[in-house]
């Protein structure tokens, strides 16, 4: 892929995702994982790891964080706690990775998001009814 078509990619991603994390209230870090693989950006789970967790960190969200801020749906304290442990989990997170065989690392990424899946599913199906 040569590199001007690389970066387009890399901007759409960050474009796409980026809008649809400040929407949901999310990082969006598995939606990038999952389309730095399937656009063929990254080759591996590894790379779309750690070029996900570039992508993501607080200064890319703090446009979202201030519009959620002013509106009053933020609640400080506990944000601060998840940040900080988040922090120190994802640094062994990221140890970890290096030494799991990847398909372990990738089925447990489709399990997750599955699983996620189902929640909003069924919170959707509540809401609706």
């Known amino acids: 892929m040569n590199p001007v078509t690389k970066y387009i990619i890399a ?13 949901q209230g999310i990082a969006g870090g598995f939606y990038i994982s999952m389309l ?49 442990f988040y922090i120190i989990f994802a640094t062994i997170g990221a140890r970890y990775n290096s030494v799991i065989d990847e398909k372990w690392i990738v089925l447990s990424l489709g399990s997750l998001l599955m699983l996620t899946s189902f929640y909003f ?9």
């Open 11 to 23: 901007a759409l991603i960050g474009s796409s995702v980026g809008f649809i994390g400040g929407l």
């Open 36 to 84: 730095l693989l399937a656009t063929g950006l990254v080759e591996t789970q590894r790379m779309a790891a750690g070029t996900t967790l570039l992508a993501i960190v607080f200064p890319l969200s703090i446009g979202a964080v201030y519009e959620y801020y002013k509106a009053g749906e933020i609640d400080t304290i506990p944000g601060l706690i998840i940040t900080f």
């Open 121 to 129: 599913f069924n919170k959707y199906y509540k809401i609706k009814n």
